[in-house]
């Protein structure tokens, strides 16, 4: 894969704008702010851009309808009406709710090009996407369960 320089995003904008054109104020914390408020784990994953153990995710099994919402900030990232079962042991999908709450970035971290994904608001590691996904996208985004929380919608 080809990249261009043009495609490296380094924001110092404090905000960003969602699809709906709203201005969502970044959370920036600092590293002691952040081990506080979550636990270890959580922190590994999101702010040290750790991988849960496959299949160990709390949200691997969810089936019902609702949102997906970044752990570190809340922001809503996911639909349950996305969700497949990729087999792989983490919760995948197969589209964002809006592709504005989620930054790509491409990461080497195991010595090939993968396109990691991060919370537009709070810069916290939510997992990577890959292009073997179902239809209608063909992508597959492979999310840690304990990046997420999950809000069941109300009947
Ligand atoms: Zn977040």
Redesign the pocket.
């Known amino acids: 894969m080809k990249s261009k320089a043009s495609d490296v995003k380094v924001s110092t904008q404090d905000y960003f704008v969602n699809m709906y054109k709203d201005t969502i104020p970044k ?1 920036v914390k600092s590293e002691e702010e952040w081990k506080k408020i979550l636990s270890p784990q959580e922190y590994y994953v999101l702010r040290q851009k750790g991988t849960e153990r496959a299949f160990t995710g709390d949200l691997l099994e969810v089936k019902s309808e609702g949102l997906f919402t ?1 752990r ?4 809503p990232l996911f639909d349950t009406k996305h969700k497949f079962d990729s087999g792989t042991g983490w919760p995948s999908f197969y589209n964002v709710l809006d592709k504005t709450c989620i930054t790509e970035d491409t990461d080497y971290d195991l010595g090939y090009p993968r396109t990691e994904l991060t ?1 537009s ?4 590691h939510l997992g990577h996407v890959f292009p073997d996904g179902p239809k209608p996208t063909g992508l597959r985004y492979c999310i840690n369960a304990v990046s997420m929380d999950f809000i069941k919608k109300e009947n």
Request: proline letters at 0%; charged letters at 10%; glycine letters at 36%.
């Open positions: 959370v970044c570190g900030c809340g922001l919370c608001k709070c810069g916290g």
